[in-house]
């Protein structure tokens, strides 16, 4: 864990003064709320955000969970042979018909 | 910037020196990159852009610019909503989560200086390019964060944000993965010490197919690629040009820059993410911009042009040669010099590169940045990485 030590040190010596820098520029505001942009009534979010959205967040989701797995295999076996450039295929053919059909009904809108 | 092994008194001083440096660098490139690009856009428009601040009858060309508006932005007061949480501290992280991944950025190759060897990183994560994506989410999630706290505009521009960066969350880690297939490493030093090599052009088979022990940093000499006849350099934009392509695009698109900016911008949507921030927070949106710029160039410099390399001499070679008539220790600083100065030639021109694009190509509504993700760079990136895997497989089996 000694290679993260870099990573905080890092985050206390800027994250420090800009949280100070944020908490000075905050100074004795908040009561006035005459500025343009105050959200006395923030909307309500959209009432609905359909389906098509769902469709690409839930392609996204598998998509992405799927590139994180190729990574793993892109790092360990590589096409170091048929077998694990079979092994690859195989996995990457159906998330591609998927995608296709996906796209193909319309989930990545029009 | 070294890591060492033990957790002593000397370890810390050296972490919090190289962080210190680390933070210098970045506070001299960033207003050096917001003059350039004003400089850049001005040129393209050919307006004489700024040029008039000056301190004390020296001007510079411009180059206190950046000062005197960030010293505007902290005199201005921001809206009331500031005070609330969200609105204010989302800026603050936007900012801290662009710095972060420079932690894991090398700028040099490891050097050796009687008996202890350093390179330049200060940590040596052993994620490396995925320590990145994750940071790169936390600063996505910030922004939208901070744009959905707003209401109106704002919140429109946090869905659109987080659209947006989904997206080109997905088409940067696929159009990557090809070259994580040819370099077989996460860490972006491995990555350039596998590409301080040659490749021959018109022998690629043979080239490929020589005896491929596994490249680490500490030996840059050990790439899979042997050279026979004229050679190119091994970078990863020759060995994969749609690869680069598609990076660049995908990751402008992550980090939302411009023409990618369409939710922050105040001709599509009145600031949308950024439009109830003033003064301060809002200078750390424009902070992060210029972070994330010089991140995307760091990145492409280091993944695909060889990062500190130099073409046709490799380290060894280069090392070895001074060694002879100057010694060893010296030999290694003059490489540490040079190996600097290449880096800084192909990372200033990345940088110009993206400020090329920004103020020459129009900039793309959210719709067109997202339809720019899933239906030209995501399968663009699987045929990419198809033909890769291919290519790679039918020229050497045990190539990892």
Redesign the interface.
């Known amino acids: 864990m000694?290679?993260?030590?870099?990573?905080l040190?890092?985050?206390a010596?800027?994250?420090v003064p800009?949280?100070l820098?944020?908490a000075?520029?905050?100074r004795g505001?908040?009561?006035?709320?005459?500025?343009?942009?105050?959200?006395s009534?923030?909307?309500e979010?959209?009432e609905s955000a359909g389906l098509g959205f769902f469709l690409?967040a839930v392609a996204?989701v598998v998509?992405?969970g799927a590139?994180?797995l190729?990574?793993a295999w892109?790092?360990a076996a590589?096409?170091?042979?048929?077998a694990e450039?079979l092994q690859?295929?195989l996995f990457?053919l159906p998330l591609?018909v998927g995608?296709a059909y996906a796209?193909r009904k319309g989930a990545?809108?029009r | 910037?070294s890591?060492?092994?033990t957790?002593g008194s000397a370890?810390w001083v050296l972490?919090?020196a190289?962080?210190?440096l680390?933070?210098v660098l970045l506070g001299v490139l960033v207003p050096l990159v917001a003059w350039a690009e004003r400089k850049q856009a001005a040129l393209v428009g050919e307006r004489p852009g700024i040029g008039r601040t000056a301190i004390a009858g020296v001007g510079l060309a411009g180059l206190f610019q950046p000062l005197a508006d960030t010293l505007k932005l902290?005199s201005k007061?921001?809206?009331?909503?500031?005070?609330?949480f969200a609105p204010?501290?989302g800026?603050?992280l936007v900012?801290?989560a662009a710095?972060?991944p420079?932690?894991?950025i090398p700028w040099s190759g490891r050097y050796t200086w009687g008996d202890t060897s350093f390179s330049l990183l200060?940590?040596?994560?052993?994620g490396g390019i995925?320590y990145i994506f994750a940071l790169a989410a936390v600063g996505g999630l910030a922004t939208v964060w901070s744009g959905a706290?707003?209401?109106?505009v704002?919140?429109i521009g946090a869905?659109r944000s987080a659209?947006r960066g989904?997206?080109g969350?997905?088409a940067l880690?696929?159009s990557l993965?090809p070259m994580?297939?040819i370099f077989?490493?996460?860490h972006l030093a491995e990555m350039v010490a596998w590409q301080d090599s040659g490749f021959s052009l018109f022998d690629l088979p043979v080239a490929f197919s020589a005896d491929a022990s596994s490249p680490s940093a500490s030996s840059p000499s050990a790439s899979p690629l042997s050279a026979s006849g004229p050679t190119w350099p091994a970078w990863g934009i020759f060995l994969n040009p749609p690869a680069f392509v598609l990076v660049l695009t995908a990751a402008s698109v992550r980090a939302g820059l411009p023409p990618f900016n369409a939710e922050s911008a105040d001709a599509e949507l009145m600031g949308g993410t950024r439009?109830?921030h003033a003064?301060?927070?809002l200078g750390?949106f424009a902070l992060a911009a210029r972070l994330q710029t010089i991140l995307v160039a760091a990145l492409l410099t280091l993944v695909f042009l060889g990062g500190w390399s130099i073409p046709w001499i490799p380290q060894a070679t280069l090392v070895g040669g001074i060694a002879e008539y100057l010694g060893d220790g010296v030999a290694n600083a003059i490489c540490l010099g040079l190996h600097l100065a290449s880096f800084a030639c192909k990372f200033v021109a990345m940088v110009f590169l993206q400020l090329m694009i920004r103020s020459s190509l129009p900039r793309l509504g959210y719709?067109r940045s997202?339809?720019l993700c899933?239906?030209i760079i995501?399968?663009a990136a699987?045929i990419d990485?198809?033909l890769t895997?291919?290519v790679?497989?039918g020229l050497g089996?045990?190539?990892?």
């Open positions: 000694a290679e993260y030590v870099g990573v040190v890092l985050l010596l800027i994250g800009t949280l820098l944020v000075w520029a905050a505001q908040g009561s006035s709320s005459a500025e343009a942009g105050d959200p009534s923030p909307p979010a959209p690409a996204f998509l992405e590139g994180l190729m990574v892109a790092l590589g096409p170091r042979g048929q450039w690859a295929a990457v591609t995608f796209w990545l809108g | 910037m890591q060492e092994e957790l370890f972490v919090a190289a962080s210190l680390l933070g902290l007061r921001g809206p009331a909503s500031t005070a609330r204010a501290w800026p603050a900012v801290i710095v972060l420079f932690a894991a200060l940590a040596d994560v052993e995925l706290a707003q209401g109106g704002g919140l869905f659209a989904l997206s969350d997905l880690l696929f993965l994580l297939l077989g490493s996460l439009s109830a003064g301060a927070s750390f719709e997202m339809d899933w239906k995501l399968p699987f990485l198809a895997a291919l790679l497989n089996g045990d190539l990892a």
